[in-house]
């Protein structure tokens, strides 16, 4: 079983994983804050998040919560829920995630399953250490509609195609949502009070509805 591992995030890569180990591990760390699992067909990748990692995160699920709250746009919040999909071989775990579609399917519901549930219409992924894994098959695979990506010290909106993610400036989810204003709040977020900052998104967020 070979393994790469990313000291700054914390991470190791293995590889030749079967999918009953996976579920295994899964099983055996059921409550586990800040760790990520992410599984594709043999290849795992376990990440202990940094506090830089989760701060973006955080950050970028606020920013989707106040501007779906400003333009009166229902959603539910799935966070870092485990998503699984066995005929597959794949599984992941976003650093966020959002139904916009049907979140009356969703809603009050205890767990998720892929087999009888759809997947989240948008999901987030911090990359700030290049990870070794590609995450955006999986979701094309399981059918994520939006992938919000922030690496390289900026996010980037991509949308579902017929074989893979295309850039796009705006989001589908979230009309008049570019990527130039969420990259916007998401530096002023590093130097701003932070009622301040959430009172500056929804005045924004505003104009908009």
Known sequence: MAAVTNTSEQKVILEGVSWETYARLLAEHPDKPGT???YDQGALEIMVVSFKHE????????????????MDIDCVDAGSTT????????????????????PERI????EINLRKDPPPDLVMEVDISNSSLNKLPIFW?????????YGKGSLSIMQRGESG????SVSSL?????????NKFIQ??????????????REWARTLA
Not at 83 to 102: M, N, T
Not at 188 to 201: A, T
Request: glycine residues 8%; positive net charge; aromatic residues 12%.
């Open 188 to 201: 002023s977020r590093s130097v701003l009070k932070h009622n301040v900052w959430m009172r500056e998104v």
């Open 174 to 182: 979230l009309p008049g949502v570019s990527s130039a204003s969420l």
């Open 165 to 168: 993610y295309i850039e796009s």
């Open 36 to 38: 990520r699992f992410t």
């Open 141 to 149: 695979n399981i059918g994520v509609s939006e992938v919000w990506r």
């Open 107 to 110: 809603r009050g519901k205890k």
């Open 83 to 102: 998503f699984l999909r066995k005929d597959l071989a794949k599984g992941f775990e976003p650093d966020g995630c959002f139904y916009f579609r049907e």
């Open 55 to 70: 701060d973006l995160g955080r950050t970028i699920a606020m920013l989707i919560s106040l501007i779906a709250a400003e």
